[in-house]
């Protein structure tokens, strides 16, 4: 006998879209922060101004809303680095 089909139910996410970044405007910002990553052994915690200029250009690029940094996990005390 069959067994009846059950319906999954999605949700939207809470933020929207999240487009990808064809043309590679954060590029940089992403390997930086990945790099981070692979050196800190995955502890997120030790790249917060890396993920903070990668979401930034993100920003920047019209590559995600404008959102402030209190509802990112983010303080005043998370300086983004300065790049140059």
């Avoid at 069959?2 to 999954?8: C, D, E, G, K, Y």
């Avoid at 910002?29 to 030790?46: H, T």
């Avoid at 402030?68 to 300065?82: A, S, T």
């Amino acid at each position: 006998m069959a067994t009846p089909s059950t319906r999954q139910i999605t949700r939207a996410p809470d933020k929207g879209i999240f487009p990808l970044d064809h043309e590679g405007l954060c590029k940089q910002e992403m390997r930086q922060y990945m790099k981070c990553l692979m050196s800190n052994n995955r502890e997120n915690a030790k790249c917060r101004s890396e993920a903070k200029s990668y979401l930034q250009c993100r920003m920047d690029n019209d590559l995600m809303q404008k959102e402030d940094w209190k509802n990112l996990g983010f303080h005043e005390e998370d300086n983004v680095k300065n790049p140059t």
